[in-house]
C-alpha cells in the first residue's frame, strides 16, 4: 500500500512538473498534450483518494470516481489518435467532420454507459471488498481501445509509405511504436489493473514532451517550418546518403517584402509570413518535399521529380495556393514569390556552393519579376 501511495505521489509529479514547463516554454499550446497530461493526474489523484477513503467511507463515491476514470481511460487512446493526425496528417483532417464523429463515437459511448453503470453495473461494480470489477458489457472497453489503437497505427505505417525523409520516418516509426505499446498494455493489464499503463502513459507524455523541447532547436517559431539548421542538417544529408539525379534545390523569396513591411508594419508582414508557410505545408503530403525557413522572407525546399517539368508544377500550385490564401487571409497585400532551383547531382559541388547557385537562380528570377512590373506600370502611365 505505500509503495502505492508514493507510486502515484511521484506520477502526479512528473505530470505536473511537464505541464507547468510546456505551458511556459511553448508559444503556440497544443490543447491534447495538455488534456492528456491532466487526465493522467486526474487519474492518479482518483486512485490516491481510493486508497486514503476506504469503500466503507462512501460507495457512491467509490462509484463515481470509477466511472470518472472509465471516461478518462478511454480519452487516453483517444488523444493519442488525435496528436497522431494532427502530427502526420495536418490539422484539417481534425476539422472534418466524419473524422471528428468518428473519433468521438466510442468516447461518447463510452462516456454514457461509464454514467449509467452508477446505477445498473453496465461497464463496472463494485464487489463486496469495494473493489471494482468488469461488469456486463466492459467489453465495450476494450474493443474501443483497440480501435482507437488500430487507427493511430494504420495512420502511422500509411505515411510511411510515402514519406522519404529519414527524420520523418525514425518520428513515425517511434510513433507507432508507442502507440502500440500503450494500446497493448492497455487492452492487456484492463482498466481495474491499470497501475502499469498509467505509468507507461505518464513517461510517453514525458518522452513528448522531450522531443517538443528538441523540436524547438530545429523549427521556426514564427511560421512553424523547419529552421536554418534543420535545412543544412537534410541537405547535408540528401548530399551525402540520397542517389542525388532526380532532387532539386528551390530557393524562395517574397517579392517586395521590405516594402510590405515598411508600408504596412511588422504585424502585417508577420502575417504574410506564416501564409507563405502554409501555402508550401499544404503542398508538402502531395509533392513529399521538405520546406525551411531560412530567416526573413527567404524559404527553401528540397524536391524529388522524375521530370524536371514536374518543378514548375509544384510552382504553380504553390502559387494558386498562396493566392487563394492571399485573398481570404490578407487582402490588403498582394504576395509574390521568385523561385530559384537547382539539381543537387552537381559532381565536385560543395553545399555552400549548391545553396549559391539556387540563391543566384532566385534572384535571377526576382529581378525579371520586377523588370516585368515595372514595364507593366510604365505602360499603364
Not at 26 to 52: P, T
Not at 129 to 138: D, H, I, L, S
Not at 341 to 352: A, E, I
Request: hydrophobic share 50%; with cysteine.
Amino acid at each position: 500500500m505505500p509503495i502505492t501511495i508514493e507510486l502515484y505521489i511521484i506520477l502526479i509529479l512528473i505530470s505536473l512538473i511537464i505541464l507547468r514547463a510546456y505551458i511556459r516554454e511553448h508559444r503556440s499550446l497544443n490543447r491534447d498534450f495538455i488534456f492528456a497530461g491532466v487526465a493522467l493526474v486526474v487519474i492518479d489523484v482518483f486512485e490516491l483518494i481510493s486508497v486514503f477513503f476506504p469503500f466503507s467511507f462512501s460507495f457512491f463515491m467509490h462509484a463515481l470516481l470509477v466511472s470518472v476514470e472509465i471516461i478518462l481511460w478511454i480519452y487516453l487512446p483517444f488523444v493519442c489518435l488525435r496528436l497522431i493526425i494532427w502530427s502526420f496528417l495536418g490539422q484539417k483532417y481534425l476539422s472534418n467532420d466524419l473524422v471528428r464523429n468518428l473519433m468521438f463515437f466510442p468516447l461518447i459511448i463510452t462516456s454514457f454507459l461509464s454514467v449509467i453503470s452508477l446505477f445498473n453495473n453496465l461497464l463496472f461494480k463494485l464487489n463486496l471488498f469495494g473493489e471494482a470489477v468488469p461488469g456486463e458489457y466492459y467489453y465495450i472497453v476494450e474493443i474501443f481501445v483497440l480501435l482507437y489503437t488500430f487507427a493511430g497505427l494504420c495512420i502511422c505505417l500509411y505515411c510511411l509509405l510515402y514519406e522519404e525523409n529519414p527524420s520523418s520516418k525514425f518520428k513515425l516509426l517511434t510513433a507507432a511504436f508507442f502507440v502500440t505499446l500503450l494500446g497493448c498494455i492497455q487492452y492487456k493489464v484492463g482498466f481495474f489493473s491499470n497501475t502499469i499503463y498509467i505509468v507507461a502513459a505518464t513517461l510517453s507524455v514525458l518522452f513528448l514532451y522531450v522531443t517538443s523541447q528538441e523540436n524547438q532547436i530545429f523549427i521556426d517559431p514564427l511560421t512553424g517550418l523547419n529552421n536554418r539548421n534543420r535545412f543544412r542538417m537534410y541537405l547535408s544529408s540528401v548530399l551525402n546518403n540520397y542517389a542525388k539525379v532526380n532532387m532539386y534545390l528551390t530557393y524562395v523569396d517574397i517579392d517586395d517584402f521590405k516594402q510590405i513591411n515598411d508600408e504596412k508594419g511588422h504585424i502585417v508582414g508577420d502575417v504574410a509570413l506564416r501564409v507563405v508557410a502554409e501555402s508550401m505545408l499544404d503542398l508538402s503530403r502531395k509533392y513529399n518535399y521538405f520546406t525551411a525557413r531560412l530567416g526573413g522572407d527567404e524559404f527553401a525546399i528540397i524536391s524529388s521529380h522524375t521530370r524536371e517539368s514536374d518543378i514548375d508544377l509544384m510552382i504553380s500550385d504553390i502559387k494558386e495556393i498562396l493566392q487563394q490564401k492571399n485573398r481570404k487571409s490578407l487582402p490588403e497585400v498582394s504576395l509574390n514569390l521568385s523561385f530559384g532551383t537547382t539539381n543537387l547531382n552537381q559532381s565536385g559541388k560543395s553545399l555552400t556552393e549548391i545553396i549559391r547557385m539556387a540563391d543566384n537562380n532566385m534572384y535571377e528570377q526576382k529581378r525579371a519579376n520586377k523588370q516585368k512590373h515595372d514595364a507593366l506600370r510604365e505602360s499603364v502611365q
